[in-house]
DNA sequence: TTAAAATTAGGAATAATTCCTAATTTCGGT
DNA sequence: ACCGAAATTAGGAATTATTCCTAATTTTAA
């Protein structure tokens, strides 16, 4: 796993350019564009590749499919459970305060690669249509 | 919504009784047990409608289906993004902070109802197979 | 330049979840 | 307790999201 394709640079360059959290039908979408003759699964590939070599980040969904992200520059998110937006969130609180926090909880390291927040956001309070 | 029946009874009942984290299809199976002829769109409506009432809440996870947790206590979720174990996690960092601080970032209130930490448990990081 | 390894397109298969419908259960008012 | 309206159910079909399969093509590295 690793040779350079077209394809590849291609879906890395759509993350670049679209720092939109696209789900991966959107990828699709937008690579399209450039190489007409991708095909689903190669986009699919490539996409956990890309996430398996850290250069993009898994977002996961409480409502909806999975939405990716390009990592521009290091930041956590905050998702609202009801409508699925997505707030960027640079963090002020620190990664290795908590990740100390934890190892004393839950007696395990472990190498914290986000933390995200679910909630419920303004529009969705106050839109009430419950 | 909102009208008693055993069989939402019964999920939660499972939900109460298994601290484990159960999948859609897991909490199925326990259901099973106690209600035989219950079906699994019938669990999976009222694990939404359970989850929307706030009684049980949706892990959304990197690796396989979703799972759920019944929140006997308050309590916050690590994920390892490898294997999908879950470490409860009892907040220290406390979360009208953060609160405060994604307000000033974001400029928009959101009810926070949870913070999952996301990354690489010890386990998977030594065996390490990649 | 060439053989091995990796990647691709395209579509089939699988997995997870939601939707549909007619029958049953629950609820609220009397 | 009875009755009509509203909610819920079982069962299965349908949909959605993702992975898997295969033969052909592309990339790599010697």
Redesign the pocket.
């Given at each position: 796993?690793?040779?350079?394709?077209?394809?590849?640079e291609a879906i890395l360059d759509v993350m670049k350019e679209n720092l939109v959290h696209p789900?991966?039908?959107e990828i699709y979408q937008f690579v399209l564009e450039k190489?007409p003759?991708?095909?689903?699964?190669?986009v699919?590939?490539?996409i956990?590749?890309l996430v398996e070599l850290g250069e993009i980040k898994k977002l996961n969904m409480t409502v909806?499919?999975?939405r990716y992200d390009y990592l521009y520059k290091e930041h956590s998110h905050a998702i609202c459970e009801k409508c699925g937006n997505i707030f960027d969130f640079y963090d002020d609180f620190n990664k290795e305060e908590i990740s100390k926090e934890l190892l004393k909880q839950i007696g395990n390291h472990m190498d914290i690669n986000s933390i995200t927040i679910y909630g419920i956001c303004e529009d969705c309070k106050s839109n009430n249509k419950k």
């Open positions: 796993m690793n040779n350079y394709s077209k394809q590849r789900t991966a039908e190489e003759q991708i095909s689903k699964s190669t699919y590939r490539n956990n590749i909806g499919p999975d």
